[in-house]
């Protein structure tokens, strides 16, 4: 045992940390395969745009420097793009810093958090390593149940986090139907609206969310360039609220949480209209690719709004993706998610897509 355990506060003794996708350089240690295909994390298949590139290595001239802390430049770029104020915008370590300055402002012992079965992985950890209590919601159709969760809030509740588009299961709720959602809310309650997916969504399909924080003061929303802008290795995300929330974001804040780097590739990256276009048209197109493969294998899958799919392999879907590992691809198992029948993949490149479909085909035909 952890000889440290006793010591610890409670919340953090029983936590199980967030697993990530396997990395690359893990599978090619353990199997000494080379050709390995990622297709576990929800990356940009394409990479990064050219101009975050450029960005980055102008600004690796600065790194001797502490990086802006406010992010002025940055704030004022998402500000001009969404027609919002600089003051409502928290800049995070990758959006998942959003999530857990939320969580440590608002959720004590003493408070609950509210979220549904199959809901993304951190919401859990995040509100047990504060010692809060989850309740969890039952699911409808593989998504957030909103009029469940709405059944769980009392006076205790402080955070309700619904991601739309869900992950892991891509379903997408109508933004009439969250917009309704947030309105109820009593006023103790900040719903945290996590929108790592918004850019994959059919424009029909969703709304300017960025403007509801200035109707509903207790609304986050979080954004990230981890996954269509393809900057997932630099860490950056950021939120939305009221001034007021984000005052109290801020707060909790490290100074100097986004590097240089991050800062000047995200701000690039806005600008680089080519590479969205490129990136969605690619995911599209592999969205097709795979379904119709699902389809041909007999296989039933959850409709997806993300970069990323579930697909019903079984009774023995870690079995299938430990196979999959062995042939070299790396999707995602998501039992955790209470998903046991399923594995998660990532939309990839139309190659990677083939690799993935070809050694899916073999290791469910037992070869
Ligand atoms: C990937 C993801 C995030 C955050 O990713 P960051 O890299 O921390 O920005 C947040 N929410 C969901 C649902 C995600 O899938």
């Known amino acids: 045992m952890n000889r440290f355990l006793p010591l610890v506060a409670a919340g953090v003794r029983h936590l199980t940390p967030y697993q990530p996708g396997k990395p690359i350089e893990e599978l090619e240690r353990e199997l ?4 390995i295909v990622k297709l576990a994390s929800n990356e940009n298949p394409l990479g990064l745009g050219e101009r975050a590139k450029a960005a980055i290595a102008a600004a690796s001239a600065d790194i001797a420097r502490y990086p802006d802390g406010g992010g002025f430049s940055l704030k004022a770029a998402l500000a001009a793009k969404h027609s919002i104020q600089p003051g409502q915008i928290t800049l995070g370590n990758g959006s998942s810093e959003i999530l857990e300055l939320a969580a ?11 979220f549904a079965r199959h809901a993304f992985a951190l919401y859990p950890i995040l509100t047990q390593a504060a010692g809060a209590v989850a309740r969890i919601a039952p699911a409808r159709d593989y998504g957030h149940d909103l009029a469940a969760m709405r059944a769980l809030i009392n006076e205790r509740t402080r955070l309700a986090f619904i991601a739309n588009p869900n992950n892991p299961t891509g379903v997408l ?3 009439s139907e969250v917009e309704a959602f947030i309105a109820e809310l009593p006023e103790h309650v900040i719903c945290v ?3 790592a997916y918004y850019e994959f969504v059919a424009p029909e399909l969703r709304a300017e969310t960025l403007h509801w924080p200035e109707r509903y003061p207790n609304l986050l929303v ?5 996954k269509a802008y ?10 939305v609220s009221s001034p007021e929330l984000a005052d109290i974001l801020n707060r909790v804040r490290q100074p100097f949480n986004n590097s240089n780097l991050a800062l000047a590739a995200a701000e690039a990256a806005l600008d680089d209209a080519d590479f969205l276009q490129r990136t969605l048209a690619l995911n599209q197109a592999g969205m097709r690719q ?6 041909e294998l007999g296989l039933e899958w959850i409709p997806s709004h993300g970069n990323f799919i579930a697909v019903r392999v079984g009774e023995g879907a870690f079995s299938v993706y430990e196979a999959l590992l062995r042939k070299g691809v790396i999707v995602r198992p998501v039992a955790n998610y209470d998903l046991p029948e399923y594995v998660r993949v990532s939309i990839g490149t139309e ?12 290791v469910l035909a037992g070869v």
């Open 351 to 362: 190659a990677e897509n083939q690799t993935f479909i070809e050694a899916l085909r073999q």
């Open 104 to 114: 440590r402002a608002f959720l004590t012992p003493e408070h609950e958090s509210v």
């Open 222 to 226: 979080t954004r990230t360039f981890s």
């Open 173 to 175: 709720l109508s933004p």
């Open 230 to 239: 393809g900057l997932a290795g630099l860490r950056i995300g950021y939120g």
């Open 290 to 295: 795979l379904t119709e493969a699902f389809a």
């Open 32 to 35: 000494g395969l080379i050709h």
């Open 193 to 195: 609206l996590d929108e």
